[in-house]
């Protein structure tokens, strides 16, 4: 049986100010799916809600990874069952290098796979490393380096992308991975991202800049207007807003608005 990410009815309120008024969505391995919106149209917060940030309170629906309730996972726990939040980690862990975080990420998630997993060796891992770093174009001075201390924002990506790619999730979650990077960066990580999508993974795009979108092609796209998905479609809908922008959509839903 795939994999799949449900969401359901999802009502999130932060400062008991409801965000999200009811959010439905399903992401299943093998499936690229884009979600799109105005700045503070919520979709940072679906991201948080599904991470479980404490200060995203969810009052009403729920959130299902393979039929079990994510709410009631932690953080790791998370992580571990093969779901990936991009920004995670988004701080920097002093004295701790990219190989080394990544390498006890990567005993976790196979501990969690299989208990009896004696986690990997030193030797394997760089080997493991160095082919995903030269498949996703990092330079290996890279694995050296502090996690995120010093980190451009394009590097802060490509860590988080090479995360992805050592972890080897089932669902992946990116909330504007797009945000801050130059037009090459932005390629670099589209291609990454794009090199890691197969039948096995499952993406869930999230941006307000319909270029990125070019790059990584989602066969699903939604659309969110004040905390709620009005518009739905495939890649035609991130075609209509890059040529449009999101007049149309505030216009067609402003019965919405405030409610
Ligand atoms: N931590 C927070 N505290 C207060 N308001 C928040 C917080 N996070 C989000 N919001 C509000 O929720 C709405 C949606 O924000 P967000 O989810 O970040 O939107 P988007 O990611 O689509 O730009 C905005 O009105 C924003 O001001
Ligand atoms: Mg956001």
Redesign the pocket.
């Known amino acids: 049986m795939s994999v799949v990410l449900e969401i359901r009815n999802l009502h999130v309120s ?2 008991e100010k409801e ?1 999200l008024k009811g959010v439905d969505l399903t992401v299943r391995e093998g499936e690229v799916h884009a979600l799109m ?1 105005r ?7 679906l991201a948080y809600a599904v991470m479980g940030h404490p ?1 995203y309170e969810v009052t009403e629906g729920e959130i299902l990874f393979n039929g079990e309730n994510v709410l009631e996972m932690e953080a790791d726990e998370r992580s571990r069952a093969g779901l990936f939040l991009a920004f995670q980690y988004p701080t920097a862990i002093p004295g701790v290098t990219v190989a080394n975080f990544l390498r006890a990420a990567l005993n976790a998630r196979r501990k969690a796979v299989d208990p009896q997993d004696k986690g990997i060796s030193i030797p394997e891992f760089r080997k493991l490393l160095m082919a995903k770093m030269n498949f996703l174009k990092v330079d290996p001075s890279f694995a050296g380096r502090y996690l995120n201390e010093g980190f451009s924002g394009g590097e802060k990506k490509r860590a988080e992308i090479l995360q992805m790619a050592v972890l080897d999730p089932r669902i992946a979650i990116l909330d504007e991975t797009d945000s801050g990077l130059d037009i090459d960066a932005l390629r670099v990580v589209a291609e990454g991202i794009n090199s890691l999508i197969g039948p096995k993974l499952g993406v869930l795009v999230i941006t307000h800049y319909e270029q990125f979108l070019n790059y990584i092609k989602p066969e699903f796209v939604h659309v ?1 207007f004040q905390g709620r998905i009005v518009e739905e479609g495939g890649f035609d809908l991130a075609e209509k807003i890059q040529e449009q922008g999101y007049d149309w959509v505030a216009e067609k839903y402003a019965a919405l608005e405030g409610k």
């Open positions: 932060v400062d965000i919106g700045n503070g149209s919520g979709k940072s917060t200060s969110m």
